[in-house]
């Protein structure tokens, strides 16, 4: 489902955010990674195709 945007801090990730909890880029962010918020990221291309 939709949720607020939220990306990696992981510098190994690609620079986007993403909208989808259930993105499959975005639900392999372990959870010590995630933080909320775009970061100034464009969206993530799994998301932006939902
Ligand atoms: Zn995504």
């Not at 510098?11 to 918020?37: A, E, F, L, M, T």
């Amino acid at each position: 489902m939709r949720v607020s945007p939220y990306h990696s801090i992981n510098p190994s990730d690609p620079d986007v955010h993403h909208v989808y909890d259930d993105c499959v880029s975005g639900k392999q962010i372990p959870w010590q990674n995630k933080r909320s918020g775009t970061n100034g990221w464009p969206l993530c291309k799994h998301c932006a195709d939902r």
